[in-house]
């Protein structure tokens, strides 16, 4: 007997991981899946439900611009869009952008390619809310540093990031994902973020994992 072949999204990123290509692998993923021959793992019919419950108690004000990054197929973007947040999202793969379009053809929401590593420099402090879930975890930890400071970077001032990601297990060794650590949720906040509140929350599968929900401030400038 021969070992089972790895997952697609591990066997995938092993290969970019290798050509030091750190997020290389995702449109390898979603073309195979285009062409039906491997499945999205955290693509859902249904908006992630820590951010439903995240919008419940909410208050934004008329007119907030959002970001969605790594919006994948759109579920999370047109649920925030529904909200009536201005919204734009994005994601590293022209594959999932041109199925976020088709599975939502007539979508308030502006649909970009870009790169959480390299974003667009008009995008820098431009967005009242930006919503972080799952992507910086799909990185490898080398890189980590530098996505979550571009993250930072795309708040403007008086804006609000929820960040949502698995919590780092010991025996969380191989990735993908790679899940975060409670200091790494705490990098967030520097230089200039406040921390409004960090939770901890049960995934609603049946993995037995609870998931960091932290929510995130910038000041106005003075």
């Not at 697609?8 to 021959?37: H, K, M, S, V």
Request: one cysteine or more.
């Amino acid at each position: 007997m021969t070992d089972a072949a790895p997952p697609a999204d591990r066997r995938l990123a092993a290969q970019a991981l290798a050509a030091n290509d750190p997020t290389g692998w995702f449109e390898p993923l979603y073309a195979e899946a285009a062409a039906g021959t491997s499945v999205i793992p955290w693509d859902r019919d249904v908006p992630n439900p820590l951010l439903v419950d995240w919008f419940r108690t909410a208050s934004l004000p008329q007119g907030t611009r959002g970001l969605v990054i790594g919006c994948g197929y759109g579920t999370d973007a047109e649920f925030v869009a529904a909200q009536g947040i201005r919204t734009t999202a994005f994601d590293v793969s022209p594959t999932a952008i041109r199925g976020a379009r088709a599975r939502f053809p007539h979508s308030p929401v502006t649909y970009k390619v870009a790169d959480l590593l390299d974003p667009p420099p008009a995008w820098l402090q431009s967005f009242d809310l930006v919503i972080e879930s799952i992507t910086v975890q799909s990185l490898p930890p080398d890189v980590r540093t530098t996505a979550i400071t571009n993250i930072r970077n795309l708040l403007a001032p008086n804006a609000t990031l929820l960040v949502i990601a698995d919590i780092q297990l010991p025996t969380d060794t191989t990735g993908p994902p790679w899940p975060l650590t409670r200091a790494d949720i705490d990098s967030f906040t520097a230089p200039d973020l406040t921390e409004i509140r960090v939770e901890t929350v049960p995934r609603p599968d049946t993995s037995g994992r609870s998931r960091w929900r932290a929510e995130f401030h910038r000041p106005t400038s003075t």
